[in-house]
């Protein structure tokens, strides 16, 4: 196991791996840039390295800076959490090229899955269902109307390296289709650095639905069941439970064996994520895969009881999984609202001092945040301050636990989006289990 672990992240996800590195009996070292001294993360690592200033590229995105922290401070590995360098190819060479172990999947792993070309190919291979649509790059406006016209309308465009909607076009029709390929060639270029697209036929107000899957180094590949992530605004997740209220145990079972298939067809070895669009007839399609931690994980630890942080740990460390399929058992039912920083009305940042600040409890509430009084909320940085969890052993019951647990979440000096999901946790659809990914469009909350 490793001695000394440096978290290459800030804010709730680098408090949740020091909590399982102290379980683990493991040192920490926090990175943190200069606006971020007073962060709850720094001074709850066992040492703590300034990096550079308030952007993060010159922070939490500077290779160089971290590497250098990492050497300085001796560390065995890297934990990246999610966002920043998680999904860096490049990072998780030179972490291994310096002698440090990256803890995530391969720098291989991150490339095949991580181009959602390269993806689309390789699951494909592996017997996993995905829409119609091309495993190559589309480069003029006269192939997209062929393939378009082939797979039928609507079709949707999207970046090869993309994600969070930028770089993505839905055309209806083909007088849309030649403006819609070059704003979003243009746009995935500018995001990402690379103007490749593909097309594929646009599956209609699906279930956004995603397995949790976790490998070693030994071959081993579980699945830790789904999560239904489908309230969505702008294609950014708000609210996450597992498991899926519309999800059979068949269904359930195609799902996680088809996810296993596609990790095990790249040879995954940590935590990640399998992501399907779901049918209102049953049907479900690979849409992509996340090769890191997702914000979303505690729902799942909460219905299966497996600490995915602690797991992934111990096998960037080389242990095998501890678990067998078989081992794995949905209990109950868990609900994560995201705490955003954020006008409820626009959804925009909303950053400033917390005047007050006072967190909810009881029998299956869990809070993720790395908020306290008087701390500062930073413009420079994502607007997610924290994370609701709530855990019960009916779906219903968990609903009303998640809104008692709201109206116990006092945060005060900011607008937060507590309101928005306070009055989610009161909409009939969404309580019957009604909703998929454009409720939201559908329905001003």
Known sequence: MFHKILIANRGEIALRIIRACKELDIKTVAIHSDVDSEALHVSLADESICIGPAASADSYLNMKAIISAAQVADVDAIHPGYGFLSENAEFAEICEQCGITFIGPTADNMRR????????????????????????SIETTEEAQRIAEEIGYPVIIKASAGGGGRGMKIVHSPASLANALATARTEAQAGFGKADVYIEKFCENPRHVEIQILGDKHGNVIHLGERDCSIQRRHQKLIEEAPCPVLSPELREKMGSSAVAAAKAVGYS??????????????????????????????????????????????????????????????????????????????????????????????????????????????????????????????????KRMSCALDEYIIEGIKTTIPFHQKMMHNKEFIDGDFDTNFLERNKI
């Open 113 to 136: 899955m991580g181009d959602k070309i390269s993806a689309r190919q390789t699951v494909t291979d592996a017997g996993v269902p995905i829409l119609p649509g091309t495993n190559e």
């Open 270 to 399: 940590s935590a990640g994520t399998v992501e399907y669009l779901l049918d209102k007839d049953g049907s479900f399609y690979f849409m992509e895969m996340n090769t890191r931690v997702q914000v979303e994980h505690p729902v799942t630890e909460m219905v299966t009881g497996v600490d995915i942080i602690k797991e992934q740990i111990r096998s960037a460390a080389g242990q095998p999984l501890r678990y067998q399929q078989s081992d794995i058992k949905i209990n109950g039912h868990a609900i994560e609202v995201r705490i955003n920083a954020e006008d409820p009305e626009k959804f925009t940042p909303f950053p400033g001092k917390i005047t007050g600040y006072h967190t909810p409890g009881g029998m299956g509430v869990r809070v993720e945040s790395a908020m306290y009084d008087q701390y500062t909320v930073l413009p420079n940085y994502d607007s997610m301050i924290g994370k609701l969890i709530v855990h019960a052993e009916t779906r219903e019951e968990a609903i």
